[in-house]
């Protein structure tokens, strides 16, 4: 590696697949795949191919310019028709070459110096079918890669040096995985260790009138999402006198618009120890119906399971947890916990839960809104969407003295399901 003419032909070899990326040049393109990766990256822009293909199509920048044939940008004398008939040219082009990115193994969620994934600046440029295209590349790798997690080694290969290899191959695709910098969590952007759940019930909590923080700052709850919750509350329980059970209470605003629905039972499961006290000095422990069970939900719902609860509706909004823990959740808790036979509609019981992950950025939202659409069905439900507009979080302040900002989508996408037939 210190070798320096080494070091200039990989230089070149980078080069060269950027620039036949931005020229949307296939044949070229397929050329230098053969013998190199489809994820090398330019030092100075953090540019990879798939970077350079859709931001080759920014209307003015050179390249469009060049594969538009206005040199120095100049547009005069290129008619209307002409125009729109090489833009249309150009965007296949584009499309082609994400498609052979693809194809050759390119990562969806590389970040460039600017911290765009592909998927962003497509986002960004308003370029649909390219948009598009990033998030289905994001869809594959991700389930790809929770398939992975779930491997275990049969014992069935040929030969113990067959299971080495298998081990390495997979080694090598969760590595690769790992070093990106764009995962799919819930409202936590970039996790550390503050962010994981052990250290998090460690750590001591401020409350306010707005919000909840954790030691680092780390936004736990924040006000701004009542209007989520209380839809959720209105869907899942549609009358009074259900049973309902709430995972992570927060800032009691779920637990509060359930109470308003006059509960037959209403449990709830939390974990965090101030928040625990938060529940005590406000009298949660009172209320009608109310039953507290204190702990991970993870130590609790298995006993809840064997003494065989029944619940008409089941929300779940927990903090520092992965996707895995939520679809662990719903693809073996909840199948035990709801009843799918409740009142007089007949509609059987509803399971929601908040839908963050991956918020931090749109292209993510979207790649895990599949995800998790397919992971439920999987599971046995059914799921009803309702998209709900939200305000501008920045201009309204909501993101000062908070770490992180884990919502940026515009709208959110709530969901409800219940069994499947
Ligand atoms: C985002 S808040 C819930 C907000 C709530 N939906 C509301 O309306 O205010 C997440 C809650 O889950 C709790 N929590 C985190 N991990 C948990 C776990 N493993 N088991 C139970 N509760 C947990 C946190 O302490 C926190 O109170």
């Not at 990256?41 to 990879?48: I, R, S, V």
């Not at 039972?265 to 507290?292: F, R, T």
Request: include cysteine.
């Amino acid at each position: 590696m210190n070798d320096p003419a080494f070091a200039i032909e990989t230089d070149l070899q980078t080069q060269s697949i950027l620039l036949a990326a931005a020229n949307h040049d296939i044949a070229a393109l397929r050329n230098l795949l053969r013998n190199s990766s489809a994820n090398v990256q330019d030092p100075e822009t953090g540019f990879t191919p798939l970077h350079a293909a859709i931001a080759a199509c920014e209307p003015g920048t050179e390249e469009a310019n060049r594969v538009n044939g206005h040199e120095n940008g100049d547009r005069n004398g290129v008619r209307e028709g002409e125009d729109s008939e090489e833009r249309t040219q150009e965007l296949e082009g584009a499309v082609k070459t994400v498609r052979l990115l693809f194809e050759n193994g390119a990562i969806w969620n590389d970040l460039d110096g600017n911290g765009e994934t592909p998927g962003c600046i497509a986002h960004r440029l308003g370029l649909k079918e390219l948009y598009e295209l990033c998030v289905d590349g994001g869809v594959r790798a991700e389930l790809l890669l929770s398939r992975l997690d779930e491997y275990q080694p049969l014992g069935d290969a040929d030969s113990d040096e067959e299971e080495e290899d298998i081990e390495e191959v997979l080694k090598g695709t969760r590595e690769t995985q790992d070093s990106q910098e764009v995962h799919l969590d819930d409202r936590e952007l970039h996790p550390d260790d503050s962010t994981r759940n052990p250290n998090y019930l460690a750590s001591t909590l401020t409350f306010d009138r707005n919000k909840i923080v954790d030691e680092t700052t780390n936004g736990v709850m924040m006000g701004w999402e009542t209007t989520f919750m209380r839809r959720s509350a209105e869907l899942l329980l549609p009358t009074t006198g259900l049973r309902v059970l709430n995972i992570g209470h927060g800032m009691g605003i779920i637990d509060g618009f359930f109470q308003e629905k006059t509960p037959k039972s209403h449990h709830i499961i939390e974990a965090h120890p101030d928040v625990l006290k938060q529940m005590k000095e406000k009298g949660w422990h009172d209320k009608p119906g109310i039953v507290i069970h204190e702990g991970r939900w993870q130590d609790i719902v298995p006993g809840l399971m064997e003494r065989g609860e029944l619940y008409d509706a089941i929300y779940f909004d927990t903090f520092a947890e992965e996707y895995k823990a939520l679809r662990e959740f719903f693809t073996e808790c909840v199948i035990g916990l709801l009843d799918p036979s409740r009142g007089a509609d007949g509609e059987g019981g509803k399971f929601g839960f908040f839908n963050g992950m991956g918020a931090d950025r749109q292209v993510c939202y979207d790649v895990y809104n599949k995800i998790v659409e397919m992971d439920l069905f999987e599971a046995g439900f059914d799921t009803e969407w309702e998209t709900i507009p939200i305000p501008d979080l920045d201009a309204e302040g909501e993101w000062d003295g908070v770490k992180r900002k884990y919502w940026v989508p515009d709208k959110y996408k709530l969901p409800t399901c219940s069994f499947i037939g």
